[in-house]
């Protein structure tokens, strides 16, 4: 039985318009004004400086027809190298400085982001899914970074350059600009029907991404469970079917992407055939030079490349912007945080509280049927009890309301004289400590890595915790004792010494109550045993709800109540569920013989 059990609908963490994400990007642009400016500067000059060859070869055209002297041409050949060299270091100054700048956005994105993301509550977390949750400040930076390096500099850079050649067109002769103005109602058709069509789908497709990432982390989270149940096809199926979903969607993006490219080359030759035209009619009736006339094209041409390379990094700029919707929404979930009474104190050397679940229903938003249909349970002061039941039981979602995760919409959950549901995180967080299979080792010194659960213990009391669940030896052993590096980087940890470090925590948060839903589940059969006995310890004279992996768990348990399709069906001790025959001994049985 594990805690891949019952999880809650989809519900996606909010994700903002594109006027909302460009204000983010200009408010904080503002709040670095000297790098703003720099960058915007370069970028036109490098654009002025590249356009600036094709007016001067206009001057040169009507030198050599005029007889213009050998100096002049040679002036004007030298002002073409400069601006050769001046326009490209001005766009080497331009693209650094683009990178900079958007390297400096996305730190402070990304910053907020995974600050909102630790500071959201433990239940939005639970219902939205780690799927989205790691896909926005996991791929969507990926995602973001690239476009930072590629496309962001390509399309700003690109667009500069458009600009200022159309400039130049009109400086040439405006009925020429004119001419070249034709081809904008093109362009901006191709636009208008290619950006309603595509945004949507990107997000959609980053919506995909981030259902195929929950599908496989669900999988993961309860591999134990899903081979005990023979439950590998569903679960294949299940990440099979988001695959394909993701790859359609990736398919229908380039299909639509074919067809912009398309209309943006019909664009580029309507544009091309009314300059040649208009200039040949001007050419003939004496209103403009052959210089001009010469540049026009020329000119017009020059725009091909920096509109190919927007349309061709268009793709990566769309994926961009739809990363950018998410990341900045993310940022919008702060405002959701709830923030209610505090919990009754209970002092050290007090015995532990009583919890009391009181006809509790529980249904995730979005959902039609409960996962929870009116459990009552009551755990006496400092006794255990140990929840069984199949996959999808609702045993993991009644450990998370007795955490404090969620709030049931009928019903209550009361440690002591406690009513949850009038008590914020902190509160919570001071009667119940909880603690899962999906253990983490934080990156730092071991004792760091303690002391988050207890910021002021001494390493005397770091040691006595240690000691507590069975890692002092282990300890005596590290090369640096307490200050040994763990996590990334650092000490290797198989998943035995993960949970016990896991348990030091818990002994140090001095929870008065424990929920513990399968914290053991990980670990190696070998270590099992050993592990279990470290539990008792940690728990010792603690009022302990258990989500039982293995049943020789629930045995050890005060007290076994048997959940099936929301409901409590069975129970009482061991021995009397055993003696009952009925669910619990079934499985019971199916567990001896599978041992």
């Given at each position: 039985m594990s805690a891949v059990g019952t999880r809650p609908p989809a519900t996606a963490l909010r994700t903002t318009s594109g006027r909302e994400a460009a204000r983010w990007v200009a408010a904080r642009c503002r709040e670095l004004p000297w790098w703003t400016a720099a960058t915007v500067t370069t970028t036109v000059a490098g654009a002025a400086f590249q356009v600036l060859p094709v007016l001067l070869l206009g001057r040169v055209v009507d030198g050599v027809v005029g007889g213009g002297d050998r100096s002049s041409l040679l002036a004007v050949g030298v002002l073409l190298v400069a601006a050769a060299l001046l326009g490209a270091a001005a766009t080497a100054a331009s693209t650094w400085l683009i990178g900079r700048l958007g390297a400096e956005l996305l730190a402070t994105l990304r910053e907020a982001a995974v600050r909102t993301v630790l500071g959201m509550p433990s239940a939005r977390v639970e219902q939205v899914g780690r799927g989205d949750v790691l896909s926005r400040v996991g791929d969507d930076v990926a995602v973001l970074s690239r476009g930072i390096r590629t496309a962001v500099p390509t399309v700003f850079s690109a667009g500069v350059l458009v600009?200022?050649?159309?400039?130049?067109?009109?400086?040439?002769?405006?009925?020429?600009?004119?001419?070249?103005?034709?081809?904008?109602?093109?362009?901006?058709?191709?636009?208008?029907?290619?950006?309603?069509?595509?945004?949507?789908?990107?997000?959609?497709?980053?919506?995909?991404?981030?259902?195929?990432?929950?599908?496989?982390?669900?999988?993961?989270?309860?591999?134990?469970?899903?081979?005990?149940?023979?439950?590998?096809?569903?679960?294949?199926?299940?990440?099979?079917?988001?695959?394909?979903?993701?790859?359609?969607?990736?398919?229908?993006?380039?299909?639509?992407?074919?067809?912009?490219?398309?209309?943006?080359?019909?664009?580029?030759?309507?544009?091309?055939?009314?300059?040649?035209?208009?200039?040949?009619?001007?050419?003939?009736?004496?209103?403009?030079?052959?210089?001009?006339?010469?540049?026009?094209?020329?000119?017009?041409?020059?725009?091909?490349?920096?509109?190919?390379?927007?349309?061709?990094?268009?793709?990566?700029?769309?994926?961009?912007?739809?990363?950018?919707?998410?990341?900045?929404?993310?940022?919008?979930?702060?405002?959701e945080a709830r923030?209610?009474?505090?919990?009754?104190?209970?002092?050290?050397?007090?015995?532990?509280?009583?919890?009391?679940?009181?006809?509790?229903?529980?249904?995730?938003?979005?959902?039609?049927?409960?996962?929870?249909?009116?459990?009552?349970?009551?755990?006496?002061?400092?006794?255990?009890?140990?929840?069984?039941?199949?996959?999808?039981?609702?045993?993991?979602?009644?450990?998370?309301?007795?955490?404090?995760?969620?709030?049931?919409?009928?019903?209550?959950?009361?440690?002591?004289?406690?009513?949850?549901?009038?008590?914020?995180?902190?509160?919570?967080?001071?009667?119940?400590?909880?603690?899962?299979?999906?253990?983490?080792?934080?990156?730092?010194?071991?004792?760091?890595?303690?002391?988050?659960?207890?910021?002021?213990?001494?390493?005397?009391?770091?040691?006595?915790?240690?000691?507590?669940?069975?890692?002092?030896?282990?300890v005596r052993g590290l090369p640096q004792g307490l200050g040994t590096p763990v996590g990334e980087g650092g000490e290797r940890l198989d998943g035995t010494l993960v949970a016990r470090i896991a348990l030091a925590r818990l002994v140090l948060g001095r929870a008065p109550v424990v929920v513990l839903d399968e914290s053991t589940a990980e670990a190696g059969s070998e270590g099992a045993a050993e592990l279990e006995r470290a539990v008792s310890a940690a728990c010792a004279g603690?009022?302990?709800?258990?989500?039982?992996?293995?049943?020789?768990?629930?045995?050890?348990?005060d007290r076994i109540a048997v959940l099936d399709c929301g409901r409590v069906v069975e129970e009482g001790t061991h021995e009397e569920l055993v003696a009952l025959g009925g669910r619990y001994a079934r499985l019971w049985r199916a567990w001896r013989e599978s041992s």
């Open positions: 600009a200022i050649a159309t400039i130049g067109m009109f400086g040439l002769d405006w009925r020429l600009g004119l001419a070249g103005a034709g081809a904008l109602p093109a362009y901006a058709l191709a636009l208008r029907w290619y950006l309603p069509r595509s945004a949507p789908l990107y997000r959609r497709q980053r919506v995909a991404q981030a259902d195929r990432a929950q599908a496989l982390i669900s999988g993961l989270d309860g591999i134990g469970t899903v081979r005990a149940y023979r439950l590998e096809g569903a679960f294949q199926e299940k990440v099979t079917e988001e695959s394909w979903r993701v790859r359609t969607l990736g398919i229908e993006v380039f299909r639509l992407f074919g067809r912009f490219v398309g209309r943006e080359n019909r664009a580029e030759f309507i544009g091309l055939v009314l300059i040649i035209g208009v200039g040949y009619v001007l050419l003939e009736a004496g209103a403009a030079s052959l210089g001009e006339v010469s540049a026009a094209p020329l000119m017009f041409h020059r725009l091909f490349t920096p509109l190919g390379a927007i349309m061709f990094t268009f793709d990566e700029a769309q994926k961009s912007g739809a990363s950018l919707t998410r990341l900045v929404g993310v940022l919008g979930e702060r405002a923030l209610v009474g505090d919990a009754e104190p209970v002092g050290d050397g007090a015995p532990p509280p009583a919890v009391a679940v009181d006809a509790v229903t529980f249904r995730y938003p979005g959902a039609e049927e409960p996962v929870l249909r009116e459990v009552s349970l009551a755990i006496p002061a400092g006794r255990s009890l140990a929840l069984v039941g199949a996959t999808g039981a609702g045993k993991s979602t009644l450990a998370a309301l007795v955490a404090g995760i969620g709030t049931p919409q009928e019903g209550a959950v009361r440690i002591g004289t406690t009513d949850l549901a009038g008590v914020d995180g902190a509160g919570t967080r001071r009667l119940v400590g909880i603690l899962t299979q999906e253990t983490h080792v934080f990156s730092g010194t071991l004792a760091e890595d303690l002391r988050l659960a207890a910021p002021g213990a001494t390493e005397a009391e770091l040691e006595d915790a240690l000691r507590t669940v069975g890692a002092e030896a282990w603690r009022t302990v709800l258990f989500v039982a992996h293995r049943l020789t768990q629930a045995m050890a348990a």
